[in-house]
């Protein structure tokens, strides 16, 4: 199934304390972005990405895919303060497709395998979003107190891609800018016109690069993979 990637890569991403874009910074021997914009340009049946940047880095990233011979980007347009607001810059850029992921730039260990069941999936219910099952006993706390303890077995940690028919997200992105709604991620932009998300099992190791300790685990699966 044929789709096109929307990478948002326009954070600052404070928790990591690098002082810069974490998307810069080397994991093994290369940047984080590199290996995730990597991913798309080796799957065959991705055609087109779409990096939602700074004005100020847009230079920066534009030298990196040219060093890395990254041939599948389409447009680099300016990102905005919040995640849904650079989705949808890149959205209302794109020609319309069948089937349009989204997904964390610093997620650079999404395997092809897995995006292709995600666009399938997404072609033919409309939407599907990555997950793992919570591994952890969860509590609700208030005040610092635990007040319930929820059963896990219902319970699923979202990642990304998140995949969905351009037309169906093209809707949600805009009427969520018309009544100024500000999501978490694409999906609950979905769920608010009524519309039914798919779950697709995906790996523990598709973690998001967001601290320090992470790029140790980064670090230890690539050492794996190799």
Known sequence: MRYEVVLPAAGSGKRMGAGQNKLFLNLAD??????????????????????????????????????????????????????????????????????????????????????????????????AIAGVRAKDTMKVVHNGLIKETVDRESLWMVQTPQAFRYDLLAEAEDVAEKVGFLGTDEAMLVERLGHDIHIVECSYENVKMTTQEDLIFGEAILKQRK
């Open 30 to 127: 290369k940047p984080i972005l590199v290996h995730t914009l990597l991913v798309f340009e080796h799957d065959e049946n991705c055609t087109g990405i779409w990096l939602a940047v700074k004005d100020e880095e847009r230079p920066f990233i534009q030298a990196l895919i040219d060093k890395h011979n990254i041939t599948k980007v389409k447009g680099l347009p300016t990102g905005g303060e919040e995640r849904q607001h650079s989705v949808h810059s890149c959205i209302k850029e794109m020609s319309a497709v069948d089937v349009v992921l989204v997904h964390d730039a610093a997620r650079p260990f999404i395997t092809i395998p897995k995006i292709t069941e995600l666009a399938k999936v997404a072609y033919e219910k409309g939407a």
